[in-house]
């Protein structure tokens, strides 16, 4: 009996230190396996920006959902990412384009875009599962729109900052919203646009002369409460001295009306569904202003 049990025993011990062996081994396969490596994780290319020579980040390919852009692949410096899949004014007739461009079509939910890059491409930042982004001191121009892909509007809950010391943009402190210069309006987060509006009207900040391609198009939030897509402004107060509004700037927002600034020189293709007002001062359209509506005066 007793040597039964010793043998009972020593089967028991061998199976556990069998056992142990194989989830230390697994453990230590899935950590090898999920460890990012940057060399395999992004496609990228030569490129040039201004007199600066480095790479361009053309794609993402890893798993990762929080991602730190590298400073370097091949031994070169980032300077530059995207472009992504565009969204082009009139795509009836275009095939979905769901191909890994720029950060288009990927898992990542939380992107530091790392100190160097310099340019950011049209669509290059244009995914939808992206609720953080976190642009460096280095950057000095956005190409387009990089928040907009072809079947990817920015999510509703992105949040951006941008890092202290960049010359060339910031967040404005009232409003959340992306401006260069001090006056060319790039993007207005969804998010940020719902805590600006005041009584459903949506003031554009002092200062803003530019109003760049779909700052706000799409500017719609879900309403658990509602059970339905809820727009947080229904009118827009432009401040003295916009000349220029381009493309899709506010497509499909729902406006209840939009009266263009009487400082308007350039207005661009399908910007809002409402009727318009052309101002005297414009000098140049860009198309059909009103797609749906048609209606202008």
């Known amino acids: 009996m007793k040597k039964l049990l010793q043998r009972k025993r020593r089967s028991a011990s061998t199976l556990l230190a069998a ?11 899935a950590r090898g396996q999920g460890a990012p490596d940057p060399e395999k994780d992004y496609a990228y290319e030569p490129y040039s920006y201004g007199s600066a020579s480095g790479v361009i980040i053309t794609a993402y390919l890893g798993n990762e959902e929080v991602v730190t852009t590298p400073a370097h692949l091949g031994g070169q410096p980032v300077i530059a990412i995207g472009p992504g899949v565009p969204r082009v004014l009139i795509d009836q007739d275009m095939e979905p384009d769901w191909g890994t461009k720029g950060f288009c079509n990927t898992p990542v939910t939380d992107l530091t875009v790392s100190e160097g890059v310099l340019f950011i491409d049209d669509a290059g930042l244009g995914n939808d ?6 642009l460096p001191a280095s ?12 079947y990817n ?28 210069n001090g006056t060319h309006l790039i993007f207005w987060p969804t998010l940020a646009a719902r805590a ?26 879900y309403d658990p409460d509602a059970r339905a897509n809820v727009y947080a402004f229904t009118r827009i107060a432009f401040p003295a001295g916009v000349t220029h509004i381009a493309d899709c700037a506010f497509y499909a927002c729902h ?18 569904f409402t009727a318009l007002d052309l101002p005297a001062s414009l000098a140049h359209l860009g198309g059909h202003p009103s797609p749906h509506q048609g209606h202008l005066r």
């Open 19 to 29: 056992l142990m062996t194989f989830f230390l081994f697994v453990g230590a396969s």
């Open 129 to 134: 599962a992206l609720t953080r982004i976190s």
């Open 139 to 150: 950057l000095q121009e956005l190409g387009g729109n990089p928040f907009f892909a072809q």
């Open 153 to 180: 509007a920015p999510n509703a809950e992105l949040v951006i900052t941008v890092a202290a010391g960049n010359p060339n943009f910031a967040i404005e402190p009232n409003s959340g919203a992306l401006i260069q």
């Open 196 to 221: 600006a509006a005041v009584d459903g009207l949506l003031t554009i900040p002092d200062g803003v002369t530019h109003i760049g391609t779909r700052i706000l198009a799409w500017n719609r939030y």
């Open 255 to 272: 406006l209840e009306s939009l009266t263009l600034p009487t400082s308007l020189t350039s207005l661009g293709l399908w910007v809002s």
